[in-house]
């Protein structure tokens, strides 16, 4: 069936007349008639009786116009939407990160900045990589902003290319320690180290962030030495059990931190690693003017 035959259909019915269904349509009487005809023969069974009186609709027609009168208005209402937005600036912009809640600001940001259009703005928090590179995979999302450690890094990102990404660098920071005020080191003055800390409970991202952390206190060498480890899965609770216990975390989002009330970022300027900041897009995909205003607020972070 072709959408122009739903309207003749129609026609025919509310007229009772080719002649006059033809008329309507701006159509010539033969041709209306031969795509009736052709429509019938395709479904395989008759809309309509002709005689010489005029044309009724059979009781399969009936039927049948039930749904086309549905699918007119759904049509019409279709129709409708497309001119209204024809006629207006609509900004899209679509956005998975993981685990940054810093984006959350820049985000509020582009949104205060586009105020003057109507926008369809979307930012989804994702729990792990994977599912932020899905996302943009699959058009759910225009871009990523991710986060990698250095002992995976070059990993990462290889598997991005491969899988028809590409990765840009924002930004790197080197690893700090965390420590809230309950934890009896947060006011000392003298420079604090890792061995100083394996004294406290260490606290953690669940999942995809449980893998990674494991993987650098192993190469940091710590591991087993660690008394006490804690697990969480959200970011509210990790800074909670920083902020109100005597554990510490490891990060370099130390600027994310450092908004936290009562929490202390202490860097560890001396170790080879590092947490680097980036984002990734389709292979051969142009952004829009206002994900890349969304991406030139984050490269104009002054940085220290």
């Known amino acids: 069936m072709k959408l122009e035959q739903i309207a003749q259909v129609i026609a025919v019915a509310n007229t009772g007349s080719f002649t006059k269904a033809a008329q309507q349509l701006y159509l010539s009487q033969p041709n209306l008639s031969q795509s009736i005809k052709q429509l019938e023969e395709e479904i395989g069974n008759n809309i309509f009786e002709r005689a010489p009186s005029g044309v ?3 009781p399969f027609g009936r039927e049948y116009l039930d749904h086309l009168y549905s699918l007119q208005k759904e049509l019409d209402s279709l129709d409708s939407f497309c001119q209204h937005h024809s006629q207006e ?4 912009l679509s956005i998975a990160v993981t685990k940054c809640i810093w984006i959350n600001e820049h985000f509020s940001k582009v949104i205060a900045a586009s105020s003057d259009h109507n926008l369809h703005f979307s930012l989804y928090n994702t729990e792990d990589l994977d599912t ?3 996302l943009v995979r699959s058009s759910a999302c225009d871009l990523a902003v991710i986060n990698l450690f250095s002992i995976e890094r070059r ?3 290889r598997r ?8 840009h660098r924002f930004f790197s920071f080197p690893l ?4 809230g005020e309950k934890n009896p080191l947060y006011h000392q003055e003298a420079p604090i180290t890792l061995e100083d800390m394996l004294a406290y409970p260490y606290v953690s991202y669940g999942s995809h962030r449980e893998l990674t952390s494991s993987r650098l206190l192993r190469s940091l060498g710590i591991s087993q030495h660690l008394q006490s480890t804690i697990c969480v899965n959200t ?8 902020a109100n216990t005597q554990a510490f975390t490891l990060s370099a989002n130390a600027f994310a931190y450092t908004a936290q009330p ?11 690693y590092f947490i680097e900041y980036g984002w990734v897009k389709q292979q051969r995909m142009a952004l829009s003017s206002v994900a890349e205003d969304f991406i030139q607020s984050i490269l104009d972070i002054p940085v220290r």
């Open 176 to 179: 700090h320690i965390m420590i």
């Open 89 to 92: 600036i609509r900004l899209s």
């Open 132 to 134: 932020a590179l899905d």
């Open 155 to 157: 990993e990462e990102i």
């Open 56 to 58: 009724t609709v059979t």
């Open 262 to 272: 009562g929490i202390r970022a202490i860097p560890l300027s001396d170790l080879p």
């Open 160 to 167: 991005c290319v491969n899988s028809g990404l590409e990765y």
């Open 235 to 242: 970011n509210s609770a990790l800074y909670n059990v920083v």
